[in-house]
Every structure is written in structure tokens, then in C-alpha cells.
């Protein structure tokens, strides 16, 4: 970055580019979102779209639309995609899911255009949606048990599916025939490839406009006030050293707990984040690869301090050692696709622990943190197709300074919606029992966390294959500063007079089930914030009012601080 | 002949339009709104304009009610009788939070928890009974609700879209024991898919019902008190209006009235104007709203959002309302950059230069440091801020940070606040595959005259509209609607085997149905007009795309081939291998009124013989280019058929118009400003 150059940007100028810029993004997410056909990208906006520098990927600006996990990731896989691209011409577009290459989990599918300005690169621009499928042993890629990578699904090296403009039929070919529902695909992969173009016709606008080196000047300037904008937020931070715990149930292979350990030491206006003490690499596909880590720590400073613009400049002062020789370093072929839904939520709940005593009023107790996936596999008889279903379900947010916290909330990476029951008993030949508040899951605190949800689910017809990657069923997001965890996530299946539960409580795959039979899941609570003694009595009785507990788990939860009989008067 | 009167509440005004046609004649009034009992402010805007009751052939009126009594709280107690297992729906919504980014933020929803009762019943999703309706169980919770105080009643069953009749069966119950009729079930207001949505605009409907019902009872009793014998109309979010005696049935279509009736003005005064394509633009205090209407006709959605959490899936108006106004606060944040907005000074305490304790810069600030607003007229109104202290606030918060002085610091708020709004526009209008060279901009509302020129500059629109009263445009947009109804039906079936005698059924139904109200109500109506739209999609999407259909006897081919052209227009996409779906039908039965003369807006009392006759004097004005000596004149004066260039400024009781250098004005037969604006940059 040259000063010289900033120094000629004014203030109205800098200030409309940064807003051009995002805007750029904003569309691009918002075209790719609406003609989408993975309900993934279109419904759970599982999609990211964003600007990146033409040497080294580094973020210039990305979509405030995009799902909140891809903040890091992109800038890892665009400058993958850079180092090995040769051959370049307008019209070109690479598409890679490999997760060691600045990847997630296959399912996200990257595709990195290079931009031309007259007849230069400028920039590349680049997007992740999250495709319904991508091959592999179970459809929808979340396989539980795996143990290598090639059995999670189809794995791309950057290669040129567009070329000049036109698509490579056989690479294509190949991609759509190592796919389940590779029809919608192709309608995934336009869809995809049309953003990138809307993002090319809207930053060739602003460049006619603003002239490139001006715009370039703005793109240096942006990235070093995003660096002194979130110094500004640290400062708010003691120096000294802060640590957080967290767990992840199991790998879904071997029944064992993993641990990560987060130390942070705030020094000279920094972060360094250490994870080096976490679990070793594991035989399951809770395996986190390293741009997942690090982008869970970027997504966890984001949430914490949300008023801070997302560029490669944020990202600055925020330091993360490899954690070399732990499950939150994947290397080939460690099977990985847990690590972007659950694992970098686990990641993110460490950095929450580690820093809510020194910003207690910018924090909160833990999140259910879990994307509650559920995916139920069958043939539906009414017209003899197969289908897979996919549930996502939210949780409990953990309660702050600010109040109790929010009920079915979605997962910390997501800002996703869920399907209304009505639309997936529309689709599925399932029938939903209930779909309900789950009572008495927020920890107790001073300020209470959100409920969970319960379900249940019967399979109305056939047979059909039922599988579970959630997480928090052995511990409950994390109460803080006295507060009590939340309640944990469960899974229970009834078969024919008999109940099922996973072995590993939170994750399970390919379980049976039978016409008539019932999937009961009740997802994780928030935790609670500050102690219960300090609660406002009024809310402990109104929340007996509406029934969110009873009467004998508030004296149980909140002990004396209870007025005589919380039901009367 | 007929006397007319458009009656718009806002949050501060309460507007009024008085047309007679027998002398062509306009009068007009404006008087604080009455929040408490709004009919106070619009028998006292009646009275300022001189009406005598009597005498009024029709009144349409606009009110704000519930969108208040919604975003206040101050709504009916309201139980709800759900599906068993499903209680929790309107509480658990779909699983979102408030914000992208921060974990903080919680929502109550419009029923609480202890209110929300189960009975069992089950259809489903082929609108089969799964679990027989139990009507015992109906009478119990019924009673249950009564005896805690309800005064509104949802009944709302799962899949009810698709088969109705234990909601209808339920409700019939319940009938029996309720104290009122105050009972809405879910299909009646929302017949679709989608539980949490249905559920909402049931919720909705109830909550604000008995408050609407209560409103109305003392406008129409202190009407009638004043001789007033003739039906009420109100204004509805989808642009048209209906009979007061049926409003409070479908309370939830009074919500979001007052931008839609702006919207309506626009579409009508731009149609009289020449402009087919308009993108309404009303900047307020707080806030602006942004309409977009095409061929005529302003684009509707049914799906709008009230606030966080609270979807209202009733066909309306598509406004969409951005965080930028006349307050918008400016500040410096970490990085050192210059910010202006969402956050606002609102009213209380406002801008700066309202002298009621404001000490933010706010974009009305910079307007009045740029002489871009009179400072004579604004600073004078209750206060004790000089334009000196006011400059020295602008360089103490925003000009020394960034070495500025307080006119470079005004300049700055004012340019980054302009490109703030223009990007907003152009996401919500432009940016759907619209070419701006298409459109003019319709400028109203306290503000929207002040920026709509640098604004069309920004976008590449080459015209704006500016219509003659700018400050009173959504009680002109009661007086010219018409009585509108609309129907939405859910298909959910692939376009390729749907049943088109099903399809045309549909619509033939929805058309009898307006058709039957419209009758019911008695307005003088010239001509019916229907507006048919479908939603679909491509199998296995899960967004739609709405599209108009020609008529009501539209075949499948000709269906498949405007959705084709219409997905590629906005996506740039072709997919032929894929089969679309026929989501919803969608009828609008829309009673056409008479039309009404918008020449009598201005008074030709007030006309000057030529352009120097307007001229009130002249002062600096800062533009983009820098300060220049700019005129002042009186926009009432403005003869007719005059043209000139920028720079000027026109200055008229409701507003202040900003014409930029460059622009140049012509004043149309009717009064309109109509100003051509060459782009800030080549397209």
C-alpha cells in the first residue's frame, strides 16, 4: 500500500467507494441467492460473494449478505486459485471445492473469475454456495462416519469450467456425473456463474466512473482503516492473556470428546490466538481445515464487534498461529465435513468464552452453536422418486448484559432460514407431530438463555434412512460469569415399540426407520448469563406464566431468589 | 358534481384535500395529528378547510392506526387456537436473528405464550384430516381465552391453506362463546402456504382489529354528527380502498396504507404527466420510502415486513423504506471515516438547528450550513441556535477530525449522505434489470424535492417530477384511489400438468369475489379493471418470480413463455431444462373511480406574470461545483409553461426544491415541475 496514492483520496470519495464496492457484493449475493436451486444457498443463503487483490487474494470487499463462516475462507481459496492459474482471457472462471486449498467442507463450491479492466486483470472475483450435493457416500455430503476425504464426495482441483466465456462440457460432464440431483445442479452452477458477471458489470460501472487509480487508492485506504478500526475495538481489550475451552461431542467415528483450547494474549494493540492445545487430528470428519479455523476466529471478532467493515485490513491485527498437530489443522485425506458447521462453532464459542470477562458488555453466554443437521433419505411412494430431506434447526442464544436471549436462533455461521413444516411435509412423505418450543432449555442467569426447539417427526410411509451431524448433546453451550449452561441436544428414535438413541448422542448416520415411526430432536438451550440469584423476580414468574419452565425447574434453577409461589398473584 | 375530500394521517401531520368539482376548486388543510384519537385531527382538518359535511359526495381516509398500534405495542389482547404440537410457531418463527452480525437482540411475538392454546385436529398437505377436529376441545379454549381477557380470537390450523374446514368449523364454535366478532382464522386473511407467514398476518389482523373497529366507530359517529351521511372510505396497503363498514374484517390490509397512497399519488400525477415508469421517492424526517412503478402500474409484493419478525404476506404496495432522513446523524467512526446514518435524530431531538437540545450534525444541518435550506425560515422556528454555533458544532464533530472546515464538513455529510440513499434506490429499484434511462424520479414528502435532482444525477435518471404539492401527496393519493380488492390463491403444481380449467376456475373465482364485494360496498365506480399475476418458479427453487398475466383465460403456453422471459430479464439466465411451477394466482379486482383534475393543486392567485415576478431574491448556495449565487424563488409563482436553468432554489410552504446547475425546469400545465438532469457520469 503507498501512501502517496491514499493521501489523494478525499473523504466523500473513499467513503462512496467503500459503499460502491460493497454494493457490488450485495448484488452479486443477492442474484446468486434468488436464482438459486439448492434451497442451501437459496433459504439458508449457505453463499458468499466478494472482490479480492489480483496477486494475492487478499479481501478487498465482500457481500454483507454472505453467510457470516465465509468471511476468511474465500481470500485462502482465491489465492489458491491465483498461484496455479495460468493461460488467463476474459471470460475465464476456475471452480474448486478441494478443502485443503482454502476450502470448508466439499459441499462448498468456489468459483474465481479473474476481472479485466481495459484488458488488465484488476481483480478476481469470487464465490461459495453451498450445492445440495456433491457426491460422496451419503447425499448431502455430511457423512458422520467418514474416514477419508474421498469418501465425503467429488473433489475439485482449481480447473477452468468456463473458459472464454463458454463452458468446458466435459469438465462439466464430469462434475455433474459424480453428483446426486445433477439436473438442479446445472441450474446451481448458471446461477453461480451469472453473479460473477452481475459483479462484473457493476464494478466496470464504478471503474468507467472513478477511474482505476482511484479506486485503487480507496482499496489500500479501506484495508488500512479496517486494520485501525478493529486496533480501536481491541483497545478496548486489557492487555494480558485470555483463555476458552470448548468441545466438540465426539468425531462421529470414536465415541471421545474433542477438546479445543484457545489462549489469547492481547499485546502491542494485537490479538494472537494459540490453539495449539487443542485435540490431535481425529479418524472422524470433525477435522477443521486451517482457512475454517482462522475464518471461525475472523467470524468470532465479527460478531463481537459487528460495526467493523470485512476486508483483508480487519483481519490485520488478529494473529492465529497454525495449530500444527491438532484436528483444527487438517491435512489430506483427514475427512472434514463437519468443520465449517459444527466445528467452527465450537472454535467461535472458545473465543466468546475467552474474552467475556474483559468485554462483558459487548458479550454473551454461549449460542446453541450447532447447525441441527438432520437428513432423512428415502423413497417416497406417491410417485416412486427417491428424495432426501434436509432439516436445519436453531437453538437457544445465550443470554448478554442486554437480555435473555433469543429462541430458535440459527447456527453462529448461518443467517439461514428454516422450511416451513408446511412445505417440507409438501415435499416428504413425513409428518410433523410437533414443532414446539423446547421448555426449560435456557441456563439460568441473571439474564436467561433462549429455548431450543423440540421436534418429532413421523415417517408416514416406506422406509427411509435418517442422519444426524449436530453437536452439544454430551456438553450445553456455556453459561457465563456464573451463569448455567444451556440444555443439551438430543436425539431419540422411535422404532416400532423400541427407542434408539445415537451412541454418540449428537451425530449418527444411515439409522433405519420404518413406516410409522418417530424422530424426536430437541436442540440445545443458550446459556445463561451473570447469576441466577441476581434475576429480576418478575421475569422468573413470568416466564413460569408462559409456561417456559415449570414451577419445580425454576426453584430447582433459580433457588432462593424465587418469590413463594411464582404462579400466584 | 361532487365535493371530495383526501385525508391522509401521518406520524406528525394530518393532511387534507378538499376537490370541488362543480367550481374546480381545491382547498387544503394541515394540522397536527391527534395521536391519541385520530379523528380529532381530521374533524379539525375539516373544519380548517371550511366543508360542510352535508355537502361531501365521498371521503377517503388514510390512517396510520394500526401501523402505530403495531410497531407501539398498543394492540388488542388477542388469543390464539392452534393445531396441537404447534402452539409455538408464532414464537419460533423461522429460525433467524435480527442482525447478520452480533448475537444480541430478542423478540416478542404479537401473542404471548400463556395466550396460545392447543386443540387437536390435523390436515395435511393434500388438505386430508389426519386427527379429526375436537370441538369440545374448541369450546373449552375459547372459554379459557374469554376468561383471561382476550378481546380478539386467531384460529389458525396447520395446512388450512389447502383445506379450510375445521378453521371454518372452529371458528363457528367459537362464535358461540366469544363476546365480540373480533375472530380471525389464518386462511381467510392469507389462503398459502407457509405456517409462521399465515399465522402473522392472522395475528396481525387480530390485534389491530378491535382498535381499527374502535377508531372508526368515533371517526364515522363525529362525521355523522357533523351531517355526514355518505360511506367512509379507507386506504389500504395495496393501493386501493375499502368500504369502512368492511375494513375492520381484513384489518391487516390498513397496515403500511400511508406509503402505498404516496405511491398511488405518484403513479397518477407521473400517468397525467406522460411517465409510465416512475420510482417514487418520499424522504421524511427518519426515514424515506421508495416505490417503483412500472407501465402504470406500482409493483406489489406479499412480501413485506413490518419489522424484524413480523412478515405481512398480504398483497400490498412494494415500498420499501430506507434509513436515511432529514436526521440522519453524521459522525466520524474508529477508522476516522465519515458516517452518515442509519442512526437518527428523529424529532426528539431532532437536527442541530431545531434548538431542541440536538448536538449531532444531521443531513438537515448540512442543508442549512450549504443555504440549501433558508436559514431565515429554519432556524427561526423555536429556537436559540445561530447558523455560527451551528457551524462551529459541524467543525468541532465532523470538520476537525478530517481537517475540514464547517462547509467542507457540510459538503462531505451531504454528498456521502446522497450516495447513501442513491445506493439504497438503486438496490431496491435499479438493480432488478431496470435501466434507469427509463424512469423518472417522483419526488415528494418534507425532503424528497431537497435531494431528488442530486439523487437522479447519482442514478443516471433523467427526469424528476416534482408534483405541486409535494408535503401533501399522500392525502391527494386517498382522494384520486380507487376501491381495490385482492385474492391470492396457492396451486404449488408444475405449470406442464396443472389443470388449466383449474387455473381459470381460480381466477374466475377471485374475479366473482371482488366483483361481489365491490357491489356490496355501493362506490360510484366508472369501470372495473383486474390485474392477474402469478408467482413461479423453476421445480425445486424456493424463490419466486412474480409475473403479470394478461387475462384470466391465459393459457399454458403463453404463462410459460412471459415467466421465461421475465426470469431471463432479471437473471440474464435461459433454463430449458428445467420445468417451472405455478405457485400462487393472484387477482386484483379494482373499482375504478371518476377521474379527478389535478390542475386546481395550484392557486393561479398566486402566478407572477414571468419568471422574474417569482423571484424572492437570491443567497449562496453551495453545489458540488462550489458556492454560487443562486435565486430564491417562490414556487407558487412560477407561471405556467416556464422554462429556465439551474442553479435555483424554489421555496414553497410544504418544501424546498433544489434545482442543481444544469437542470432545467419546465412547469407543466398542471403545475408540475418537470427537470431534466444530465447524468453525474457517463452509463
Redesign the interface.
Known amino acids: 500500500m503507498s501512501q502517496s496514492k491514499a493521501a489523494k483520496i478525499d473523504?466523500?470519495t473513499?467513503?462512496?467507494l467503500?459503499?460502491?464496492l460493497n454494493?457490488v457484493c450485495?448484488?452479486m449475493d443477492?442474484?446468486f441467492?434468488?436464482?438459486?436451486?439448492s434451497?442451501v444457498i437459496?433459504?439458508a443463503m449457505d453463499r458468499s460473494d466478494g472482490i479480492y487483490h489480483r496477486d494475492d487474494g487478499a479481501l478487498i470487499a465482500q457481500g454483507?449478505?454472505g453467510l457470516?463462516i465465509f468471511v476468511g475462507t474465500m481470500q485462502f481459496s482465491t489465492r489458491t486459485v491465483i498461484a496455479q492459474a495460468k493461460d488467463l482471457v476474459p471470460g475465464d472462471i476456475y471452480i474448486v471445492n478441494d478443502p485443503y486449498l482454502g476450502g470448508t467442507h466439499l459441499m462448498d463450491v468456489r468459483m474465481a473469475m479473474p476481472f479485466y479492466y481495459q484488458g488488465e486483470i484488476f481483480c478476481w472475483l469470487s464465490n461459495t454456495g453451498h450445492w445440495r450435493d456433491t457426491g460422496g457416500a451419503v447425499p448431502g455430503g455430511f457423512s458422520a462416519t467418514a474416514t477419508e476425504v474421498e469418501q465425503e464426495g467429488l473433489r475439485l482441483p482449481p480447473v477452468k469450467l468456463y473458459k472464454g466465456g463458454v463452458v468446458d462440457e466435459e469438465i462439466q460432464a464430469i462434475v455433474l456425473s459424480n453428483i446426486r440431483?445433477a439436473?438442479?445442479t446445472?441450474?446451481d452452477i448458471?446461477?453461480q456463474a451469472?453473479a460473477l458477471?452481475?459483479g462484473e458489470r457493476r464494478l466496470t460501472?464504478l471503474l468507467?466512473?472513478y477511474g482505476r487509480d482511484v479506486v485503487e487508492a480507496a482499496i489500500d485506504e479501506m484495508r488500512a482503516?479496517?486494520a485501525?478500526?478493529m486496533r480501536?475495538?481491541i483497545a478496548h481489550i486489557p492487555d494480558g492473556q485470555y483463555n476458552g475451552v470448548s468441545w466438540v461431542d465426539s468425531d462421529g467415528v470414536v465415541d471421545e470428546p474433542l477438546k479445543i483450547v484457545l489462549e489469547i494474549e492481547k499485546r502491542d494493540g494485537d490479538l494472537y490466538f494459540d490453539l495449539s492445545k487443542s485435540s490431535p487430528p481425529c479418524k472422524g470428519p470433525m477435522n477443521s481445515v486451517i482457512a475454517t479455523t482462522c475464518s471461525a476466529v475472523y467470524l468470532a471478532m465479527?460478531?463481537i464487534f459487528?460495526?467493523?467493515?470485512i476486508n483483508a485490513g480487519t483481519f490485520e491485527p488478529l494473529h492465529i498461529t497454525d495449530p500444527v498437530g491438532t484436528f483444527l489443522y487438517a491435512e489430506y485425506p483427514r475427512p472434514v465435513s463437519g468443520c465449517a458447521a459444527e466445528v467452527s462453532q465450537r472454535i467461535a464459542e472458545a473465543v466468546f468464552a475467552a474474552l467475556v470477562s474483559a468485554l462483558p458488555d459487548r458479550l454473551?453466554a454461549a449460542?446453541a452453536g450447532t447447525s441441527g443437521n438432520f437428513a432423512l433419505g428415502g423413497i417416497d411412494q406417491r410417485h416412486d422418486k427417491p428424495y432426501v430431506m434436509y432439516l436445519?434447526?436453531?437453538g437457544g442464544?445465550?443470554g448478554?448484559l442486554?437480555?435473555?436471549g433469543?429462541?430458535?436462533?440459527?447456527s453462529?455461521i448461518g443467517?439461514?432460514?428454516?422450511?416451513?413444516?408446511?412445505?417440507l411435509?409438501?415435499r416428504y412423505p413425513i409428518?410433523?407431530?410437533?414443532?414446539?418450543?423446547r421448555e426449560g432449555s435456557g441456563g439460568a442467569g441473571q439474564q436467561r438463555g433462549g429455548f431450543g426447539?423440540s421436534y418429532?417427526i413421523q415417517l408416514r410411509q416406506g422406509w427411509g434412512r435418517a442422519s444426524f451431524v449436530m453437536d452439544h448433546g454430551r456438553f450445553g453451550p456455556q453459561g457465563v460469569l456464573g451463569g448455567a449452561d444451556g440444555a443439551v441436544n438430543k436425539v431419540r428414535i422411535e422404532r416400532a415399540g423400541d427407542t434408539y438413541i445415537p451412541l454418540h448422542l449428537s451425530k449418527d448416520q444411515d439409522i433405519e426407520v420404518a413406516e410409522g415411526d418417530v424422530i424426536y430432536v430437541s436442540t440445545p438451550g443458550g446459556g445463561g448469563y451473570g447469576e441466577a440469584r441476581l434475576r429480576d423476580a418478575k421475569l422468573i414468574k413470568r416466564d413460569v406464566?408462559?409456561?417456559?419452565y415449570s414451577v419445580a425447574q425454576v426453584e430447582k434453577l433459580w433457588g432462593e431468589n424465587i418469590p413463594p409461589d411464582p404462579t400466584e398473584g | 358534481m361532487s365535493k371530495v375530500i383526501g385525508c391522509d394521517v401521518g406520524g406528525t401531520f394530518t393532511d387534507l384535500i378538499l376537490l370541488d368539482e362543480a367550481v374546480g376548486q381545491v382547498s387544503i388543510a394541515k394540522v397536527p395529528t391527534t395521536p391519541d384519537n385520530q379523528a380529532v385531527g381530521v374533524m379539525a382538518a375539516i373544519a380548517q378547510v371550511g366543508a360542510d359535511c352535508a355537502e361531501l359526495s365521498l371521503l377517503l381516509h388514510g390512517t396510520t392506526t394500526t401501523t402505530n398500534a403495531l410497531l407501539e405495542k398498543k394492540i388488542a389482547q388477542c388469543g390464539l387456537i392452534t393445531t396441537a404440537?404447534?402452539?409455538?410457531?408464532l414464537?419460533?418463527?423461522?429460525?433467524?436473528?435480527?442482525?447478520?452480525?452480533?448475537?444480541?437482540?430478542?423478540?416478542e411475538p404479537l401473542i404471548?405464550?400463556?395466550y396460545r392454546l392447543e386443540v387437536p385436529e390435523?390436515m395435511?398437505?393434500d388438505g386430508n384430516v389426519?386427527t379429526a377436529l375436537d370441538e369440545d376441545a374448541v369450546r373449552r379454549a375459547a372459554l379459557e381465552l374469554v376468561e383471561m381477557g382476550c378481546e380478539s380470537l386467531v384460529i389458525h390450523f396447520?395446512?388450512a391453506?389447502a383445506n379450510n374446514s375445521h378453521e371454518v368449523r372452529a371458528t363457528e364454535i367459537a362464535a358461540q362463546v366469544w363476546p365480540n366478532s373480533h375472530i380471525t382464522y389464518g386462511s381467510a386473511i392469507l389462503a398459502e402456504?407457509?405456517?409462521?407467514?399465515r399465522g402473522v398476518a392472522a395475528a396481525v389482523n387480530a390485534a389491530i382489529q378491535p382498535v381499527l373497529a374502535r377508531y372508526l366507530d368515533r371517526l364515522r359517529h363525529e362525521l355523522s354528527q357533523a351531517g355526514y351521511d355518505r360511506d367512509l372510505l379507507v386506504m389500504q396497503g395495496n393501493g386501493g380502498t375499502i368500504s369502512s363498514a368492511m375494513v375492520a374484517e381484513r384489518a391487516v390490509n390498513t397496515v403500511m396504507s400511508g406509503p402505498a397512497s404516496g405511491v398511488m399519488a405518484a403513479a397518477y400525477t407521473g400517468a397525467r404527466c406522460g411517465f409510465e415508469n416512475i420510482i417514487s421517492y418520499d424522504m421524511g424526517g427518519t426515514s424515506s420510502d421508495v416505490g417503483l412503478i412500472q407501465g402504470g402500474i406500482p409493483a406489489t409484493s406479499s412480501e413485506l415486513q413490518l419489522e424484524y419478525g413480523m412478515p405481512i404476506h398480504v398483497p400490498m404496495v412494494d415500498v420499501h423504506t430506507i434509513g436515511a432522513g432529514g436526521g440522519s446523524i453524521a459522525f466520524i467512526?474508529?477508522?476516522?471515516?465519515?458516517?452518515v446514518g442509519p442512526r437518527s435524530a428523529g424529532a426528539e431531538p431532532g437536527p442541530i438547528c431545531y434548538g431542541r437540545g440536538g448536538t449531532e450534525p444531521t443531513i438537515t444541518d448540512a442543508n442549512l450550513v450549504l443555504g440549501r435550506l433558508n436559514p431565515d425560515a429554519l432556524l427561526a422556528v423555536d429556537n436559540p441556535v445561530s447558523l455560527e454555533q451551528l457551524r462551529q458544532r459541524l467543525v468541532a464533530v465532523i470538520g476537525e477530525p478530517?481537517g475540514?472546515d464547517a462547509e467542507g464538513a457540510a459538503?462531505?455529510i451531504l454528498?456521502?449522505g446522497n450516495?447513501?440513499m442513491a445506493?439504497a434506490i438503486?438496490?431496491v429499484g435499479l438493480?432488478r434489470g431496470h435501466d434507469p434511462r427509463d424512469f423518472a424520479l417522483f419526488a415528494f414528502g418534507g425532503a424528497g424535492p431537497l435531494h431528488a435532482t442530486a439523487l437522479a444525477a447519482e442514478l443516471a435518471i433523467p427526469q424528476v417530477l416534482i408534483p405541486a404539492k409535494p408535503g401533501i401527496t399522500n392525502a391527494i393519493g386517498c382522494a384520486v384511489a380507487d376501491v381495490r380488492h385482492d385474492y391470492v390463491n396457492t396451486l404449488?403444481q408444475p405449470l406442464a400438468d396443472v389443470d388449466m380449467d383449474l387455473v381459470h376456475g381460480i381466477m374466475a373465482e377471485q374475479i366473482a369475489l371482488g366483483r361481489a364485494v365491490i357491489a356490496a360496498e355501493g362506490v360510484d365506480v366508472e369501470e372495473l379493471v383486474l390485474l392477474h399475476a402469478a408467482e413461479m418458479q423453476?421445480?425445486?427453487?424456493?424463490?419466486m418470480l412474480r409475473i403479470p398475466l394478461e387475462s384470466a383465460d391465459i393459457g399454458r403456453a403463453e404463462i410459460q413463455a412471459v415467466f421465461d422471459e421475465a426470469y431471463f430479464n432479471?437473471?440474464?439466465?435461459h433454463?430449458p431444462?428445467?420445468g417451472t411451477v405455478l405457485v400462487t394466482l393472484h387477482t386484483a379486482v379494482i373499482g375504478r373511480r371518476r377521474e379527478v383534475a389535478l390542475a386546481a393543486l395550484m392557486d393561479p392567485g398566486l402566478r407572477g406574470a414571468d419568471l422574474a415576478a417569482a423571484e424572492r431574491g437570491r443567497r449562496q448556495v453551495w453545489f458540488p461545483g462550489g458556492w454560487q449565487d443562486t435565486p430564491i424563488m417562490a414556487r407558487d409563482a412560477l407561471p405556467i409553461g416556464a422554462r429556465f436553468m439551474g442553479p435555483a432554489v424554489l421555496e414553497q410552504l410544504d418544501t424546498t426544491i433544489i434545482i442543481e446547475p444544469g437542470n432545467e425546469v419546465e412547469v407543466d400545465q398542471a403545475g408540475n415541475l418537470l427537470v431534466q438532469v444530465p447524468a453525474a457520469?457517463?452509463?
Not at chain 1, 441467492?33 to 436451486?37: D, E, P, V
Not at chain 1, 443467517?415 to 412445505?423: D, L
Not at chain 2, 404440537?85 to 410457531?89: C, E, I, P, S
Not at chain 2, 467512526?333 to 458516517?339: K, T
Open positions: 473523504h466523500v473513499l467513503a462512496v467503500q459503499n460502491g454494493q450485495n448484488e443477492l442474484a441467492q434468488r436464482a438459486a436451486f434451497p437459496a433459504e454483507e449478505l457470516p440431483v439436473n438442479e446445472i441450474g448458471k446461477a451469472a458477471r452481475v460501472a468507467d466512473r482503516r479496517a485501525l478500526q480501536a475495538c465479527k460478531h459487528p460495526e467493523v467493515p454473551f449460542p436445519f434447526t436453531g442464544y445465550g448478554s442486554h437480555g435473555d433469543l429462541s430458535n436462533g440459527c453462529t443467517i439461514s432460514t428454516m422450511q416451513p413444516v408446511e412445505v411435509e409438501q409428518l410433523f407431530q410437533e414443532f414446539a418450543l426447539v418429532a406464566q408462559r409456561g417456559y | 404440537g404447534f402452539r409455538d410457531v414464537e419460533l418463527g423461522r429460525r433467524t436473528r435480527p442482525n447478520s452480525y452480533g448475537l444480541i437482540g430478542s423478540f404471548s405464550r400463556e390435523r395435511d398437505a389426519v396447520l395446512h391453506y402456504f407457509r405456517e409462521y407467514e467512526n474508529d477508522a476516522g471515516m465519515l458516517q478530517l475540514l459538503a462531505a454528498q456521502i450516495d447513501r445506493g438503486r438496490m438493480s404449488n423453476f421445480q425445486g427453487q424456493s424463490h432479471r437473471f440474464d439466465l433454463l431444462e428445467i457520469f457517463r452509463e
